[in-house]
């Protein structure tokens, strides 16, 4: 509506395949060209292409494994190397990639220990690191993952797989069981 446009759209590329796994095909992916009509912002490209995948009885550190070995088998076969330049940045696909959770590229990042604080005690330090905080989004997870944004995600130009992200933004994934504050979710 916001760029007063035709458009025909579906649903997910997910719950067809989803539908496929619990059919019984162990493996589904589709290529799908996906748009959003959740409103214009500077934060979401509404219009994208993705690669959904599933993959039966697999868990995240799974699927993580997929993904990397996907893209540095690509940039291999596409570029006879792992190190690719990008934004005249040398960007190293080799497999391996670091894995970190969140709580951890924040503390690294923007040097507060979430897992040390409650709830009041993170809004108190975000607040004291001059973090504008929007309102209704004053909890320990939207506090984090404030942080996240604010601190962390112009500083990582390597292949990181971010793990364990906070069940305020992402309430639909699994949760953590050693933690149901978090989920396991990555990207």
């Given at each position: 509506n916001t760029l007063n446009l035709d458009m025909y759209m579906r649903i997910?590329?997910?719950?067809?395949?989803?539908?496929?796994?619990?059919?019984?095909m162990d493996r589904v992916y589709e290529i799908g060209r996906i748009f959003r009509n959740e409103g214009m912002d500077t934060k979401h490209n509404p219009e994208f292409t993705t690669v959904e995948l599933y993959q039966a009885y697999a868990d995240f550190h799974t699927m993580m494994d997929i993904a990397e070995?996907?893209?540095?088998?690509?940039?291999?076969?596409?570029?006879?190397?792992?190190?690719?330049e990008?934004?005249?940045?040398?960007?190293?696909?080799?497999?391996?990639?670091?894995r970190m959770t969140m709580v951890e590229a924040v503390k690294e990042y923007a040097g507060l220990d979430f897992m040390a604080m409650d709830g009041e005690q993170a809004l108190a330090a975000v607040k004291a690191k001059g973090v504008e905080i929007e309102k209704g989004k004053e909890s320990?997870?939207?506090?984090?993952?404030?942080?996240?944004d604010e601190y962390v995600e112009a500083n990582l130009m390597q292949p990181t797989f971010i793990t364990d992200y906070p069940v305020e933004?992402?309430?639909?994934?699994?949760?953590k069981p050693s933690d149901p504050?978090?989920?396991e979710r990555f990207e």
């Open positions: 997910a590329t997910e719950l067809p395949l989803k539908r496929l796994i619990i059919g019984g070995g996907i893209l540095s088998s690509a940039a291999m076969e596409l570029h006879g190397s792992y190190q690719i990008w934004l005249g940045e040398t960007v190293d696909l080799t497999p391996g990639w670091r320990w997870g939207d506090l984090m993952a404030l942080c996240y933004i992402s309430p639909l994934a699994k949760r504050r978090l989920t």
